[in-house]
Protein backbone atom coordinates (compact mmCIF):
# COMPACT_ATOMS: atom_id res chain seq x y z
CA UNK A 1 0.00 0.00 0.00
CA UNK A 2 1.94 3.13 -0.97
CA UNK A 3 1.56 5.99 1.33
CA UNK A 4 -0.94 9.31 0.45
CA UNK A 5 1.14 11.88 1.67
CA UNK A 6 1.34 12.99 5.45
CA UNK A 7 -2.29 13.08 7.12
CA UNK A 8 -3.07 16.32 9.44
CA UNK A 9 -1.95 16.00 13.03
CA UNK A 10 -4.89 18.26 13.92
CA UNK A 11 -8.50 19.47 13.64
CA UNK A 12 -7.70 22.70 12.49
CA UNK A 13 -4.92 20.91 9.89
CA UNK A 14 -8.32 18.94 8.59
CA UNK A 15 -10.23 22.14 8.52
CA UNK A 16 -7.56 23.82 6.22
CA UNK A 17 -7.37 21.24 4.34
CA UNK A 18 -11.35 21.24 3.50
CA UNK A 19 -10.74 25.09 3.25
CA UNK A 20 -8.00 24.98 0.08
CA UNK A 21 -10.24 22.91 -1.43
CA UNK A 22 -13.81 24.26 -0.59
CA UNK A 23 -14.11 24.99 -4.59
CA UNK A 24 -14.01 21.89 -5.59
CA UNK A 25 -16.57 20.56 -3.07
CA UNK A 26 -18.85 23.56 -4.48
CA UNK A 27 -18.30 23.00 -8.22
CA UNK A 28 -19.38 18.87 -7.91
CA UNK A 29 -22.10 20.51 -5.57
CA UNK A 30 -23.72 22.39 -8.23
CA UNK A 31 -22.81 19.72 -11.21
CA UNK A 32 -24.75 17.19 -8.65
CA UNK A 33 -27.53 19.77 -7.75
CA UNK A 34 -27.88 20.16 -11.75
CA UNK A 35 -27.86 16.24 -12.72
CA UNK A 36 -30.51 15.94 -10.16
CA UNK A 37 -32.43 18.80 -11.75
CA UNK A 38 -32.58 17.26 -15.04
CA UNK A 39 -33.10 13.64 -13.32
CA UNK A 40 -35.84 14.89 -11.87
CA UNK A 41 -37.87 16.75 -14.81
CA UNK A 42 -36.72 13.95 -17.63
CA UNK A 43 -40.00 12.30 -18.53
CA UNK A 44 -39.45 8.45 -18.62
CA UNK A 45 -39.96 7.57 -22.23
CA UNK A 46 -38.86 4.01 -21.82
CA UNK A 47 -36.82 2.20 -19.32
CA UNK A 48 -33.78 1.67 -21.96
CA UNK A 49 -33.57 5.28 -22.01
CA UNK A 50 -33.99 6.25 -18.21
CA UNK A 51 -31.44 3.21 -17.66
CA UNK A 52 -28.46 4.96 -19.93
CA UNK A 53 -29.16 8.25 -18.73
CA UNK A 54 -28.65 7.01 -14.78
CA UNK A 55 -25.96 4.88 -16.29
CA UNK A 56 -24.05 7.87 -17.90
CA UNK A 57 -25.54 10.29 -14.79
CA UNK A 58 -23.64 7.97 -12.46
CA UNK A 59 -20.79 7.54 -14.57
CA UNK A 60 -20.39 11.50 -14.97
CA UNK A 61 -21.05 11.98 -11.26
CA UNK A 62 -18.71 9.16 -10.22
CA UNK A 63 -15.90 10.62 -12.40
CA UNK A 64 -15.76 14.01 -10.60
CA UNK A 65 -16.13 12.74 -7.04
CA UNK A 66 -13.10 10.70 -7.99
CA UNK A 67 -11.31 13.47 -9.16
CA UNK A 68 -12.07 15.77 -7.02
CA UNK A 69 -11.34 13.51 -3.80
CA UNK A 70 -7.90 12.78 -5.18
CA UNK A 71 -7.32 16.55 -5.49
CA UNK A 72 -8.20 16.97 -1.72
CA UNK A 73 -6.70 13.71 -0.28
CA UNK A 74 -5.28 15.02 3.09
CA UNK A 75 -9.53 16.13 3.46
CA UNK A 76 -11.48 13.83 6.09
CA UNK A 77 -13.05 10.96 4.81
CA UNK A 78 -11.17 10.43 1.59
CA UNK A 79 -11.65 6.55 1.70
CA UNK A 80 -15.44 6.90 2.03
CA UNK A 81 -15.36 9.09 -0.73
CA UNK A 82 -13.21 7.68 -2.83
CA UNK A 83 -15.70 4.33 -1.77
CA UNK A 84 -18.67 6.09 -3.22
CA UNK A 85 -17.24 7.74 -6.22
CA UNK A 86 -16.13 3.97 -7.19
CA UNK A 87 -19.53 2.67 -6.41
CA UNK A 88 -21.31 5.03 -8.44
CA UNK A 89 -19.26 4.37 -11.38
CA UNK A 90 -19.87 0.71 -10.86
CA UNK A 91 -23.20 1.35 -11.21
CA UNK A 92 -23.06 3.89 -13.84
CA UNK A 93 -20.98 1.19 -15.81
CA UNK A 94 -24.33 -1.35 -15.03
CA UNK A 95 -26.31 0.68 -16.27
CA UNK A 96 -24.84 1.68 -19.89
CA UNK A 97 -23.61 -1.80 -20.42
CA UNK A 98 -26.92 -3.58 -19.55
CA UNK A 99 -29.39 -1.65 -19.96
CA UNK A 100 -31.62 -4.34 -21.44
CA UNK A 101 -31.50 -6.86 -18.53
CA UNK A 102 -34.51 -5.75 -17.12
CA UNK A 103 -35.94 -3.19 -15.17
CA UNK A 104 -36.08 -5.01 -11.85
CA UNK A 105 -32.91 -5.69 -11.60
CA UNK A 106 -31.53 -2.21 -12.57
CA UNK A 107 -33.83 -1.42 -9.70
CA UNK A 108 -31.92 -3.77 -7.38
CA UNK A 109 -28.89 -2.66 -8.63
CA UNK A 110 -29.97 0.98 -8.27
CA UNK A 111 -31.43 0.40 -4.73
CA UNK A 112 -28.27 -1.40 -2.99
CA UNK A 113 -26.46 1.56 -4.76
CA UNK A 114 -28.68 3.88 -2.58
CA UNK A 115 -27.77 1.73 0.66
CA UNK A 116 -23.89 1.96 0.36
CA UNK A 117 -23.86 5.16 -0.67
CA UNK A 118 -25.88 6.44 2.36
CA UNK A 119 -23.32 4.23 4.20
CA UNK A 120 -20.76 5.72 2.74
CA UNK A 121 -22.10 9.59 3.00
CA UNK A 122 -23.15 8.50 6.57
CA UNK A 123 -19.35 7.80 7.64
CA UNK A 124 -17.89 10.75 5.43
CA UNK A 125 -19.95 12.95 7.59
CA UNK A 126 -18.99 11.37 10.77
CA UNK A 127 -15.10 11.38 9.79
CA UNK A 128 -15.98 15.64 8.63
CA UNK A 129 -17.44 16.10 12.69
CA UNK A 130 -14.35 14.01 13.94
CA UNK A 131 -12.07 16.87 11.81
CA UNK A 132 -14.56 19.33 13.54
CA UNK A 133 -15.74 20.46 10.09
CA UNK A 134 -18.43 22.71 10.37
CA UNK A 135 -22.00 21.43 8.07
CA UNK A 136 -20.79 17.93 8.46
CA UNK A 137 -24.60 17.21 9.38
CA UNK A 138 -25.70 17.59 5.98
CA UNK A 139 -23.27 14.54 4.82
CA UNK A 140 -25.30 12.69 7.20
CA UNK A 141 -28.67 13.83 6.12
CA UNK A 142 -27.58 13.05 2.71
CA UNK A 143 -26.84 9.88 3.71
CA UNK A 144 -30.21 8.97 5.53
CA UNK A 145 -31.95 10.35 2.83
CA UNK A 146 -29.99 7.35 0.70
CA UNK A 147 -30.78 4.76 3.67
CA UNK A 148 -34.83 5.96 3.07
CA UNK A 149 -34.39 5.81 -0.54
CA UNK A 150 -33.75 3.18 -1.12
CA UNK A 151 -36.34 0.57 0.22
CA UNK A 152 -38.60 3.43 -0.94
CA UNK A 153 -37.67 2.44 -5.16
CA UNK A 154 -37.93 -1.25 -4.20
CA UNK A 155 -41.61 -0.89 -2.89
CA UNK A 156 -42.78 1.54 -5.50
CA UNK A 157 -40.53 -0.52 -8.12
CA UNK A 158 -42.42 -4.24 -6.92
CA UNK A 159 -45.63 -3.09 -5.90
CA UNK A 160 -46.66 -0.30 -7.71
CA UNK A 161 -44.17 -1.04 -10.90
CA UNK A 162 -43.86 2.64 -11.22
CA UNK A 163 -41.24 3.55 -14.31
CA UNK A 164 -41.70 7.02 -14.13
CA UNK A 165 -40.29 7.45 -10.45
CA UNK A 166 -36.13 6.56 -10.64
CA UNK A 167 -35.39 9.17 -12.37
CA UNK A 168 -36.86 11.30 -9.51
CA UNK A 169 -35.22 9.40 -6.84
CA UNK A 170 -32.00 9.65 -8.27
CA UNK A 171 -32.77 13.03 -9.09
CA UNK A 172 -33.63 13.77 -5.57
CA UNK A 173 -30.23 12.00 -4.54
CA UNK A 174 -28.33 13.90 -6.80
CA UNK A 175 -30.05 17.37 -5.48
CA UNK A 176 -29.79 16.46 -1.73
CA UNK A 177 -25.86 14.98 -2.21
CA UNK A 178 -24.87 18.67 -4.35
CA UNK A 179 -26.80 20.25 -1.32
CA UNK A 180 -24.77 18.77 1.14
CA UNK A 181 -21.45 19.65 -0.97
CA UNK A 182 -22.53 23.03 -1.36
CA UNK A 183 -23.15 23.30 2.32
CA UNK A 184 -20.20 21.73 3.44
CA UNK A 185 -18.01 24.01 0.74
CA UNK A 186 -19.65 26.88 1.97
CA UNK A 187 -18.84 26.43 5.68
CA UNK A 188 -14.76 25.88 4.39
CA UNK A 189 -14.71 29.11 1.77
CA UNK A 190 -12.31 31.27 3.58
CA UNK A 191 -13.45 34.54 5.54
Known amino acids: MRKQGRVPQSAAAAAGEISDHWRLLFFEGI ?3 IFGAFALL ?10 LL ?9 A ?12 PGFWW ?3 SAIASIIA ?14 VT ?40 FLAPLILLVTFVAAAIWLLPEVIGIDLLFGGWSLIAV ?7
Open 81 to 83: AVA
Open 185 to 191: AAAAKPK
Open 31 to 33: VLM
Open 64 to 75: LGLATTMMARQA
Open 42 to 51: LPALAIVAVN
Open 108 to 147: LALAGFLVFDGLMMILFGIDHRRQQSRRWRWLVINGVIDL
Open 92 to 105: GIFLTVWPMKGFYA
Open 54 to 62: LGWLFLAVG
